[in-house]
């Protein structure tokens, strides 16, 4: 047998400090603007690239070094996103910190990743400061604004501009291993402690190509990203660094992120791109419906992180011509793993059949669904099982924590139940803690949601499963109308009658001011079950 042929490619590392490079060199001019209330500041990506070379050096004589782990405690700004690309190309560790966690968990997550500095906005330090006593791996505060550090005690707190001030702007990136860890984001920990889950250079650089692409969302630097989904949730879903790599205008909205705000930005300085969980496009919906705004500028808006209503969709196509396509991921999937745009082979009438389903998988991620005796279920869109995914830019462990029962053979079990079709359309019908199990069949609360949330007096809905002498469990519906709006159950199970299964209409329901949110702006179901369980909830049989 003769020698096998080897490559004659280069071996060049994947890194984030050549993201970095490429951006600031190829779209020098492409800017960063940051909302600040009224207007916005901005920055060009060149002077962008030379304050995270002064950030890294500066941070290094703090004493961070390879291996160190930086927390941001920041909302979406330009100073967060120089921290994204200085503190892994100088080969240390971004930790990004939920801003929206509970204090316990927050000191958990600081003390779990061991952060040595943790650069921290003004307007959030007092929530930094409750657990300032409880976090004793932290060496070092850098300060962005301005805010009362005494409250922090003894470490030692450097205000940023000053850090930067004082810091050489020449800086050669070190050539680190593409697989050592870039960055590391926990889950929103709506049971437990968060889990770690850590991104190497190589996953982000793969993940940002694949993110790019026209199958996902077509990044280039004609684009202008409003950058509304949190950079501490699943790395903002990866947009800093496609959008950088792209050479994308950043819009960063701050700490403004309600429905005004938004579309006064999205008017002034016409984003092309926005991403954001559903429950900001509901309010945003509404907002805009009450005040006219010029929404054209949005060519494509991905919105994930839950189910998107097939109403919330149409609403926002028919009456503002914009585009909401649905991605799925999560925090273990960097987290692009599906994306709904249609086939090529869907005619006009079957457009919104295929956009309502969560997504296609995307290219570079593998996908099974699995049984509950753990056969390999085929793609035929008839049989259900749990998501189970594998790939280059999938989580194969938990940072310290190796909870085996999230995995299996080498793949990620989701928790998602689901349906394929041959084509690679993945429908899911629930998390698998959330189904509902009614007399040996299942019922899809997500399905239930949707249906819900298309009836013109219903602003929100979630469903859950209930006990029940007869059928062991039942779902309840849990309502929000939208104000001066009315509804009793029974208008909306006639509403519900022609769109689901008769046996699927609920017995229960419960009008309430919101549906409790996870720090990520997902529907917090454990709440509401134990709200129910604790007779907190005014119920209303049918």
Same mark, same amino acid.
């Given at each position: 047998?003769?020698?096998? =042929?080897?490559?004659?490619?280069?071996?060049?590392?994947?890194?984030?400090?050549?993201?970095?490079?490429?951006?600031?060199? !190829?779209?020098?001019?492409?800017?960063?603007?940051?909302?600040?209330?009224?207007? !916005?500041?901005?920055?060009?990506?060149?002077?962008? &690239?030379?304050? &995270?070379?002064?950030?890294?050096?500066?941070?290094?004589?703090?004493?961070?070094?390879?291996?160190?782990?930086?927390?941001?405690?920041?909302?979406?700004?330009?100073?967060?996103?120089?921290?994204?690309?200085?503190?892994?190309?100088?080969?240390?560790?971004?930790?990004?910190?939920?801003?929206?966690?509970?204090?316990?968990?927050?000191?958990?997550?600081?003390?779990?990743? @061991?952060?040595?500095? !943790? $650069? =921290?906005?003004?307007?959030?330090?007092?929530?930094?400061?409750?657990?300032?006593?409880?976090?004793?791996?932290?060496?070092?505060?850098?300060?962005?604004?301005?805010?009362?550090?005494?409250?922090?005690?003894?470490?030692?707190?450097?205000?940023?501009?000053?850090?930067?001030?004082?810091?050489?702007?020449? $800086?050669?990136?070190?050539?680190?291993?593409?697989?050592?860890?870039?960055?590391?984001?926990?889950?929103?920990?709506?049971?437990?402690? *968060?889990?770690?889950?850590?991104? +190497?250079?190589?996953?982000?650089?793969?993940?940002?190509?694949?993110?790019?692409?026209?199958?996902?969302?077509?990044? +280039?630097?004609?684009?202008?990203?409003?950058?509304?989904?949190?950079?501490?949730?699943?790395?903002?879903?990866?947009?800093?660094?496609?959008?950088?790599?792209?050479?994308?205008?950043?819009?960063?909205?701050?700490?403004?992120?309600?429905?005004?705000?938004?579309?006064?930005?999205?008017?002034?300085?016409?984003?092309? $791109?926005?991403?954001?969980?559903?429950?900001?496009?509901?309010?945003?919906?509404?907002?805009?419906? @009450?005040?006219? #705004?010029?929404?054209?500028?949005?060519?494509?808006?991905?919105?994930?992180?839950?189910?998107?209503?097939?109403?919330?969709?149409?609403?926002?196509?028919?009456?503002?011509?914009?585009?909401?396509?649905?991605?799925?991921?999560? #925090?273990?999937?960097?987290?692009?793993?599906?994306?709904?745009?249609?086939?090529?082979?869907?005619?006009?009438? %079957?457009?919104?059949?295929?956009?309502?389903? #969560?997504?296609?998988?995307?290219?570079?991620?593998?996908?099974?669904?699995?049984?509950?005796?753990?056969?390999?279920?085929?793609?035929?869109?008839?049989?259900?099982?749990?998501?189970?995914?594998?790939?280059?830019?999938?989580?194969?462990?938990?940072?310290?924590?190796?909870?085996?029962?999230?995995?299996?053979?080498?793949?990620?079990?989701?928790?998602?139940?689901?349906?394929?079709?041959?084509?690679?359309?993945?429908?899911?019908?629930?998390?698998?803690?959330?189904?509902?199990?009614?007399?040996?069949?299942? $019922?899809?609360?997500?399905?239930?949601?949707?249906?819900?949330?298309?009836? *013109?007096? !219903?602003? %929100?809905?979630?469903?859950?499963?209930?006990?029940?002498?007869?059928?062991?469990?039942?779902?309840?519906?849990?309502?929000?109308?939208?104000?001066?709006?009315?509804?009793?159950?029974?208008?909306?199970?006639?509403?519900?009658?022609?769109?689901?299964?008769?046996?699927?209409?609920?017995?229960?329901?419960?009008?309430?001011?919101?549906?409790?949110? #996870?720090?990520?702006?997902?529907?917090?179901?454990?709440?509401?079950?134990?709200?129910?369980?604790?007779?907190?909830?005014?119920?209303?049989?049918?």
């Amino acid at each position: 047998m003769s020698d096998p =042929v080897q490559s004659t490619m280069q071996d060049a590392p994947l890194l984030i400090s050549a993201i970095l490079k490429h951006g600031a060199t !190829v779209y020098a001019d492409s800017r960063v603007l940051t909302f600040d209330g009224e207007g !916005v500041q901005e920055g060009t990506y060149g002077e962008v &690239a030379e304050r &995270a070379a002064r950030l890294a050096n500066g941070l290094a004589s703090l004493g961070v070094e390879p291996g160190d782990r930086v927390g941001t405690f920041l909302w979406n700004t330009q100073e967060h996103l120089e921290a994204y690309l200085a503190v892994p190309a100088m080969g240390a560790v971004l930790h990004t910190l939920n801003l929206r966690l509970f204090p316990e968990q927050l000191a958990y997550v600081i003390d779990h990743a @061991q952060d040595k500095v !943790v $650069i =921290v906005d003004g307007t959030v330090l007092p929530l930094l400061a409750r657990v300032a006593d409880q976090i004793p791996t932290v060496e070092h505060y850098v300060l962005i604004g301005d805010a009362d550090t005494s409250v922090l005690g003894d470490v030692p707190v450097t205000r940023y501009e000053e850090l930067l001030a004082g810091a050489s702007a020449d $800086i050669e990136w070190p050539d680190v291993d593409e697989r050592s860890a870039a960055a590391m984001c926990y889950t929103s920990g709506t049971t437990g402690n *968060p889990k770690g889950v850590v991104y +190497s250079h190589r996953s982000t650089y793969v993940h940002s190509l694949a993110e790019a692409t026209g199958n996902a969302f077509g990044l +280039s630097e004609t684009d202008r990203i409003l950058a509304v989904v949190p950079m501490f949730h699943a790395n903002a879903w990866g947009l800093p660094y496609a959008g950088w790599f792209a050479g994308c205008d950043f819009l960063m909205p701050g700490r403004f992120l309600q429905a005004e705000p938004l579309a006064r930005m999205i008017e002034t300085w016409k984003p092309t $791109i926005a991403g954001a969980v559903p429950t900001i496009w509901n309010d945003l919906l509404h907002h805009v419906d @009450q005040n006219p #705004t010029d929404l054209s500028s949005l060519r494509v808006v991905p919105c994930g992180g839950a189910a998107v209503p097939l109403s919330l969709m149409q609403a926002f196509e028919e009456r503002h011509g914009i585009r909401i396509v649905q991605a799925w991921g999560m #925090t273990e999937t960097s987290p692009l793993a599906a994306v709904a745009h249609p086939p090529k082979s869907a005619g006009p009438d %079957e457009q919104w059949r295929w956009r309502a389903k #969560t997504g296609r998988v995307s290219g570079g991620v593998e996908l099974r669904i699995v049984g509950d005796d753990g056969s390999v279920l085929p793609w035929d869109g008839q049989a259900v099982g749990e998501i189970q995914v594998r790939g280059p830019w999938i989580t194969g462990s938990y940072h310290l924590d190796p909870d085996p029962e999230k995995f299996m053979d080498g793949w990620l079990r989701t928790g998602d139940v689901a349906t394929v079709e041959p084509n690679g359309f993945i429908q899911i019908t629930d998390r698998s803690k959330d189904v509902i199990k009614s007399g040996g069949e299942w $019922i899809s609360s997500v399905e239930l949601e949707n249906a819900l949330m298309g009836h *013109p007096s !219903v602003f %929100e809905a979630a469903v859950v499963a209930v006990p029940d002498e007869r059928w062991d469990e039942r779902p309840l519906a849990c309502v929000v109308l939208r104000p001066d709006a009315q509804a009793t159950p029974d208008e909306l199970c006639d509403y519900l009658s022609d769109k689901v299964a008769r046996w699927w209409l609920p017995e229960r329901w419960t009008f309430i001011e919101s549906v409790p949110k #996870t720090s990520v702006g997902k529907f917090d179901k454990k709440v509401l079950r134990k709200q129910y369980a604790d007779d907190e909830l005014e119920v209303v049989q049918r």
